[in-house]
């Protein structure tokens, strides 16, 4: 989707360092979703942020949302092998529960 | 209940066939989306349901294909006249009303196309 942008296209960081992935709208936001993705199989759900300034935790991912800027950024702390895959960003732009996507961050861990 | 269901996981046709997938939701849910993947991007939004009815189709979405939840539960794609463009891996997920706990994707069905 044009109207979401991953940053960075790929990523390819040491197993315990820290990294963010960035998913900017080019229109309001009426919900942020965050999904992962293994190679290959369907998506999981990380979480959803729906309110400026929310921030959400699931394990060591933590995703912040700014309405303002309708961006949202996904930290991971201490990387591991298993956090490895494509994270996708998707949101409802339209008010309809409907969630378009952006085109995904491939994260690969070194060992 | 074991999650969204889709069938078959793989399928490979000659160009010019017809296929049908079909995806099994999370009982409880009343909406019913499509997705298409291909290689490096996103899902691309093809069509969605609630219960029966189907609320909205992609313009991308050409007149060859075609979706039905004939009865608010399992859901069916068709694609007449199978391209090679269209190889990609369809996905199918469910969710409640509002979606606040995010779609429960299943794991796809990859399409090719020889």
């Known amino acids: 989707s044009q109207e979401l942008e991953q940053s960075p296209q790929s990523l390819i960081v040491q197993e315990g360092k820290n990294l963010t992935i960035n998913c900017t709208s080019s229109k309001t936001l009426y919900g942020l979703y965050w999904y992962k993705q293994k190679y290959g199989e369907g998506l999981i759900f990380l979480m959803m942020?729906?309110?400026?300034?929310e921030e959400k935790s699931h394990e060591k991912i933590t995703a912040k949302l700014d309405e303002k800027k309708q961006q949202s950024s996904l930290h991971i702390t201490a990387s591991q092998p298993s956090h490895a895959g494509i994270y996708l960003c998707?949101?409802?732009?339209?008010?309809?529960?409907?969630?378009?996507f952006g085109k995904g961050t491939r994260l690969h861990i070194l060992p | 209940d074991t999650g969204v269901s889709q069938d078959p996981r793989h399928k490979i046709t000659k160009r010019g066939q017809n296929v049908t997938f079909r995806c099994d939701p999370i009982s409880e849910h009343n909406r019913l989306y499509w997705y298409r993947q291909t290689l490096g991007q996103g899902p691309e939004f093809l069509t969605y349901f609630q219960n029966e009815a189907q609320l909205e189709k992609s313009r991308l979405l050409s007149d060859r294909f075609s979706a039905e939840r004939p009865k608010g539960s399992f859901s069916t794609l068709e694609i007449q006249r199978t391209e090679q463009g269209d190889s990609a891996m369809y996905l199918c997920?469910?969710?409640?009303?509002?979606?606040?706990?995010?779609?429960?994707f299943g794991s796809g069905t990859r399409l090719t196309v020889v």
């Open positions: 942020l729906q309110k400026g300034g």
């Open positions: 997920a469910s969710s409640f009303l509002r979606g606040s706990d995010g779609y429960t």
């Open positions: 998707g949101a409802d732009i339209d008010r309809d529960d409907k969630i378009i």
